[in-house]
């Protein structure tokens, strides 16, 4: 043998992730999404390069016009402290991203464990585990959103927290089905007859079969979670002393720039988020259709 | 080094049903199963063959009675059973849905020896174990998956992954009936010659007669939890005494010589098990009347009986007999 | 054989896919005569169920089929759509494998039959009909009111039996109809479809991998493999002497009890039945056949004569009728 087999199942797997990459090229809706979000990203990280960070303090804006419009303060324009819209939007492109990737990346990890944990076990401590997770899913969201926040206090640790915990249990009801099906397939007893342990089993087997499932919630799980930040930071739940979109639409809301028409300070938050959303979904999508394991099998 | 390799003694194995009611998979077996030969457990579904089957491999539990191995009963516990099962192997029906379709063929043979932590160089005896499976040049299949191999060449790999723990025991569970026909014949060669070269027991569950004729040394044919009928292969074939074997054997096409007894109904779920000898409500003498000629009716509705000599090593549960 | 019942002539069947057109059918004529029981042996990719679909044209839309089916003369392949709803279920009707997802699970099975008769109004009372096909194939009239899942696999046959006859077709065709069966629950399947046959005087034709049921079913068949016929003849014959090294290797896995030959010596071939995108050149048995000769890779294989009224598909069958 020329290669090792473990260096053998290496090149396998890049091949595999090669191949799925080839499939991603051709969705062209996936593609669409991925340039989308590729250019936020692209937006947020170059923040400091493309705008003047000092325009977000009201303290250095003093002297700027106020409601100014687009064309007389680019890019953007001003909202009604002189601070520039443009210099939030990227600046607030930083953190509705940043809390919405952490939330989502507590939400998804809390909720596969669970998911693997209840579908996995039988008895007592799966029961628990499964009524923990019902009773997260049937309590409204927002509520205890908000009263949690309200508990643990303004700023964007805090707004990761209590996004992550209220949407665990979406991705564990999916995780424990998925795991329920693997469980019961041949090659899974074959393994406990060769006198593998649970460990074994969910390490090697149950785990690599779900993580298909697992990826393609968690693109899912972003854009709900950014909407949720948007929508708490919108409350006036979130930071005050950081820029994101959901800030500037409770404050362009406060300061009645809809009244005054001042489109320049609440409509790019909105479509922003409206495009994070969407290219979350497509390539989400995209994701799913690729990496759907029943798919899989059938290509031969 | 006693004959016995394994028996089961009273064994039991009860199962809740749908409504409450238990349903009796295996209702009391004494089955022995002898150094270097092959078993055949025949009968039909619902019969509980499969459930021995897996009562043995330890991954079902009995209600009663126990699997003794090599003189001692079996336990439980995952320290016991760990190394009963590098001792005990199995191969399953379905070799496609056997493979985990994310593991190389390598990775699927090794993983015993992974789990049971066997020293040796790993390589080796994967391709070893491949080669005796019938696999060569096993360099050729180290990297593949399942899905590029046929159904024959699956079956191997499932067999490689057994064998490769050097096991004394090989429970195969309907190993062929998923293959096509044509390749049947090179799976069941192979095992033949496992057991040959390798010294390996079988103990193959199926619902073909035919298998067993081709590669059995002894029968024991179950219905509804019990073995009713058991013994050397050519004599149960050619002299079957207990009337749901000679049914059985009569409505196999392979078989001509035999005038067909079609028993009527299929056979009542294990929830249900008649009394007295299970089979009477369906027997052929009970139902011919010749039951009662011979004085035996009541005793087929009311009396459940054992297994009984009939002939130097092959054994019935029949009042008749 | 005077007028055969259906005659197919040279049916090819090439399905359209992603990768290319895939021949599954290449070139197949057989004749049922009335009355007659005619099986059709193969493994899976041979093209026999595939045949079952192109003789009541359900097979996938795109699909191209050519060559002839011919139903008391006329062309099936040919019929306008109109007539051909009106000879689906009446003239000719197919028995499936009686797998769970065979019916509809979520509708009583009364009802799925009652909804053939209906389309078809082949009787005026539906209620009654299904009744009388359910007693036909021996099941209690209360049946009816099921849904599939409360059935076993055998009382799921029947009823696809009696979802098949519900129009009084005139040809049967059963699909692997014993397949998943136990022995013993096959023979009454085997049993109730010969009963029928006799009293119904259908022709049927048998399709399956099992030779040894089909020589006790059929009167004559022919074997399948990658599309094309290579044996037929008297089922009995076909199975008991094979000409043709595959049907012989196909006769094994059946092996006879009581027959010391086959006692300790399975044996069977190699390598898989050949997908039809990828047939071998030649006689397409060639990489799997243990008599193959240097010309079975590109010699143009036919069915050549062997006998009274048997055929085989194989250049040894040639070189022993020159002689």
Request: proline content about 7%; glycine content about 8%; aromatic content about 6%.
């Amino acid at each position: 043998m020329a290669a090792s087999p473990r260096s053998i199942a290496w090149q396998r797997r890049r091949r595999a992730l090669a191949q799925a990459w080839a499939q991603y090229r051709q969705h062209l809706p996936g593609m669409i999404g991925l340039v989308v979000l590729v250019a936020i990203v692209a937006m947020a990280l170059l923040a400091p390069v493309i705008s003047n960070p000092d325009e977000l303090h009201v303290v250095n804006t003093v002297d700027n016009p106020r409601w100014a419009t687009p064309s007389e303060f680019p890019l953007l324009g001003t909202d009604n402290y002189g601070r520039s819209v443009w210099a939030q939007f990227v600046w607030g492109a930083r953190i509705s991203l940043l809390v919405g990737l952490a939330a989502t990346l507590v939400a998804v990890v809390i909720g596969s464990l669970v998911g693997i944990g209840a579908g996995f076990y039988r008895g007592v401590g799966s029961a628990i585990l499964q009524r923990l997770t019902e009773w997260f899913l049937v309590i409204p969201f927002l509520p205890l959103a908000i009263v949690l926040a309200s508990i643990l206090g303004p700023s964007v640790e805090n707004l990761i927290i209590v996004i992550g915990i209220t949407s665990w249990p979406s991705t564990a009801r999916l995780v424990r089905a998925q795991v329920l099906t693997l469980k019961e397939r041949a090659y899974v007893e074959r393994s406990r007859a060769l006198g593998a342990s649970n460990r074994h089993l969910m390490g090697r087997h149950i785990f690599p079969n779900v993580s298909p499932i697992i990826l393609a919630n968690l693109t899912l799980t972003v854009p709900i979670a950014i909407l949720s930040e948007t929508t708490l930071s919108f409350l006036g739940l979130g930071d005050p002393t950081r820029a994101s979109w959901g800030k500037m639409l409770e404050e362009s809301f406060k300061a009645g720039a809809l009244s005054r028409g001042a489109w320049w300070y609440y409509l790019p938050p909105g479509l922003g988020i409206m495009a994070v959303v969407l290219a979350f979904t497509l390539i989400g999508t995209a994701l799913e259709e690729i990496l759907d394991p029943r798919l899989r099998e059938q290509r031969r | 080094m006693s004959d016995i390799l394994l028996e089961t003694r009273g064994l039991a194995v009860r199962f809740p049903g749908r409504h409450g009611e238990i349903a009796r998979a295996v209702d009391g077996v004494d089955l022995v199963v002898r150094r270097g030969e092959v078993l055949a457990l025949v009968g039909e579904s619902g019969c509980g063959k499969t459930t021995l089957a897996r009562t043995i491999m330890g991954l079902e539990r009995p209600a009663e009675g126990e699997v003794v191995y090599e003189g001692e009963p079996i336990r439980y516990d995952a320290g016991f059973l760990r190394p009963y099962r590098g001792k005990v192997q199995m191969v399953f029906q379905d070799p496609l849905g056997a493979l985990n379709p994310r593991q190389t063929v390598y990775e699927a043979v090794a993983e015993g020896l992974r789990i049971q932590k066997l020293p040796g160089d790993e390589a080796m005896r994967v391709a070893d174990a491949l080669a005796r499976a019938g696999l060569r040049p096993p360099g050729r299949f180290l990297r593949l998956y399942p899905y590029e191999l046929s159904g024959g060449q699956r079956q191997r790999v499932v067999i490689a992954g057994a064998m490769v723990l050097n096991p004394t025991l090989l429970v195969a569970d309907e190993p062929v009936s998923s293959l096509d026909a044509s390749v049947r014949g090179e799976i069941l060669k192979l095992m033949l010659e496992l057991v040959r070269d390798a010294g390996v027991t079988i103990l193959v569950v199926t619902h073909d007669l035919g298998l067993a004729w081709n590669i059995a040394d002894r029968i024991a044919v179950m219905y509804l939890g019990r073995i009713v009928e058991e013994g050397p292969a050519e004599e149960l074939l050619s002299h079957p005494r207990h009337p749901y074997t000679r049914a059985l054997l009569s409505v196999v096409p392979e078989v001509e010589e035999m005038e067909q007894q079609i028993l009527q109904g299929e056979a009542p779920d294990p929830t249900r098990i008649p009394s007295g000898c299970r089979f009477h409500p369906r027997c052929p003498l009970v139902a011919s009347g010749e039951a009662a000629r011979l004085g035996i009716e009541e005793r087929c509705r009311y009396d459940d009986l054992a297994l009984h000599d009939v002939a130097p090593e092959h054994r019935a549960a029949c009042h008749a007999l | 054989m005077s007028q055969p019942l259906l005659s197919v002539r040279d049916l090819h069947v090439t399905y359209r896919s992603e990768a290319g057109p895939v021949p599954a059918v290449r070139g197949v004529s057989f004749d049922l005569a009335p009355s007659e029981t005619f099986g059709l042996a193969g493994e899976s990719g041979c093209g026999k169920s595939t045949i079952a679909g192109a003789l009541l044209k359900v097979l996938p839309p795109g699909t191209d089929v050519t060559g002839e089916v011919l139903l008391d003369g006329e062309d099936v392949l040919q019929m306008t759509p109109g007539r051909l709803r009106a000879v689906r279920w009446t003239e000719m009707s197919i028995v499936f494998q009686g797998a769970l997802h065979a019916l509809n699970p979520v509708q009583r099975v009364g009802n799925q039959i009652a909804e053939a008769i209906e389309v078809h109004r082949t009787a005026p009372d539906a209620g009654a009909r299904v009744a009388e096909l359910l007693e036909v194939v021996g099941l209690p009239a209360r049946r009816a009111s099921d849904y599939p899942h409360q059935l076993s696999g055998g009382q799921r046959q029947r009823i696809l039996i009696a979802l098949a006859l519900a129009c009084n077709p005139r040809i049967l065709i059963a699909d692997e109809p014993t397949t998943a069966l136990d022995v013993m629950v096959q023979a009454q399947v085997l049993e109730l479809l010969e009963r029928l046959q006799r009293e119904l005087a259908l022709s049927m034709i048998f399709i399956t991998h099992d030779l040894s049921t089909l020589s006790y079913v059929c009167r004559r068949t022919a074997v399948m493999y990658a599309g094309r016929i290579v044996e037929e003849g008297l089922a009995d014959e076909v199975f008991a002497r094979p000409k043709h090294p595959y049907t012989a290797a196909l006769a094994a896995a059946f092996p006879l009890i009581g027959d010391h030959a086959h006692r300790m010596k399975p044996s069977g071939l190699g390598g898989d039945p050949p997908d039809p995108r990828d047939i071998p050149s030649g006689c397409p048995f060639h990489p799997r056949c243990p008599i193959a000769l240097a010309e079975c890779t590109s010699a143009e294989i036919e069915l050549w004569p062997t006998g009274e009224g048997r055929n085989a598909a194989c250049v040894r069958v040639l070189d022993e009728a020159r002689r």
